[in-house]
Every structure is written in C-alpha cells, then in structure tokens.
C-alpha cells in the first residue's frame, strides 16, 4: 500500500517498551482533542480523545495527556506492538489535524 | 472496515477534466466531512455537512471545488477543471456527535491523479 509517512517524524521504538508521541497544538481556545492512526493505504482510525477540561485519560493500552498551559498533547502507548507500526495524528476540535508522526515498532 | 465506503478507490484525469467522488456515510450518522491528504501531511479539512445543510467550508477550498449531501445521506464532491495540484487522496469520514465525544469514521479514501 501507499506510504502515509514521508517526511514525516519518525520514532522507532522495540517491541514490548512504551512509546510517546508527542503534538502541540496552536489554538487555545481548542477544548476537544483527539489521536488517530493511520496505516498506509488507510483512511485515519480513531483511537482516543481528550476534553479541555481533563488533563489525562486512558484507554485500552493508550492514555492522553494534556497540557493546556504549553499547548501540548502525548499519546503513550503501553506495551508497543507491530501492530501499533503507523502515523499517528493528533486533531483538535475534530477538524484540524496535525502532520503526523510515524511510529516504527522494531523486532 | 469502518461502515464508510468511497467511490471510486483510484480516479486518474487529465488537466482540465471534471471529476465526482461519492461518499456513502454510516446509515445513522448526521455528519460527514471531506478532507484531502497529500503524502507525508495530516489531512486537511475542506468541508463538512450536518444532515444535508453544509455548515462550514474551508477557506482553502477553490470555488472549482463544490459538496453536495442531496438527501442527507451519500454525498458527492466535484472537482470542476482539474489541475494537477488537485491530486491527492480525499477522504470522507462520518459521524454522531454526542456529549461524550464526536468520532469520526473514515472511508479508505479517492486517490486521484491528474495528468
């Protein structure tokens, strides 16, 4: 399938450790976020999100964290996988998505 | 496969020519939005429909570019006098909002190449 992730940040990490992706985004006024993954030759898959109005919230092996003060978001992935092997976007108030960063699980 | 489905997967054109995507949503879904990706971008939003009333366009979007949603059901994008900027993979997605969140669901997207 076609590559989502040229030119894109990448972070290579080895199966089974924790990943961190990290996004910062530039409008304060944003109280909704959220974290998709994409695999090549894929539309954006949801996989967690975030009101302004909470600092941290998990899910099934994901927890965001938001930090309002500098504008920034991570994504921590527990346990990485191949699976997890993607580009992982940020979006704020649903239609804003950030450029992406390609997550590569290595063996 | 999320329940959105894109028609069709690959559209090759030449300069010039016009060219219409659809978009069926998932059937419960009152929201669909387009977007358009390049390699190595996020994607980015052109517009976006609640029912069938368009409520937001971007201001990026060229007036060769127009959406409908006739019914508020499928919907169509048309590009009128392609360029070859114009390619790109547009992705459709769909969704309900609700107070817990608003997830969209994203077809597997129009790659189109124009010549």
């Known amino acids: 399938g076609e590559s989502v992730g040229l030119h894109l940040p990448t972070l290579s990490v080895q199966e089974g450790d924790n990943s961190i992706i990290n996004c910062a985004y530039s409008n304060s006024a944003s109280d909704y976020f959220i974290w998709y993954k994409q695999e090549s030759g894929k539309g954006p898959q949801f996989i967690i999100d975030?009101?302004?109005?909470?600092d941290i919230r998990q899910g099934q092996r994901v927890t965001v964290l938001l930090n309002k003060t500098v504008k920034h978001l991570s994504l921590q992935i527990a346990a990485t996988q191949p699976g997890d092997s993607a580009v992982y976007f940020c979006a704020e108030n649903t239609v804003s998505f950030g450029t992406g960063t390609q997550l590569k699980v290595e063996l | 496969d999320t329940g959105v489905s894109q028609n069709p997967r690959h559209k090759i054109t030449k300069r010039g020519q016009n060219v219409t995507f659809r978009c069926d949503p998932i059937?419960?879904?009152?929201?669909l939005y387009w977007y358009r990706q390049t390699l190595g971008q996020g994607p980015e939003f052109l517009t976006y429909?609640?029912?069938?009333?368009?409520?937001?366009k971007s201001r990026l979007l060229s007036d060769r570019f127009s959406a409908e949603r006739p019914k508020g059901s499928f919907s169509t994008l048309e590009i009128q006098r392609t360029e070859q900027g114009d390619s790109a993979m547009y992705l459709c997605a769909s969704s309900l909002p609700t107070d817990r969140g608003n997830e969209q669901f994203f077809g597997p997207g129009t790659r189109l190449t124009v010549l």
């Open positions: 059937s419960e879904h009152n929201r």
């Open positions: 429909f609640q029912n069938e009333a368009q409520l937001e």
């Open positions: 975030i009101r302004s109005n909470m």
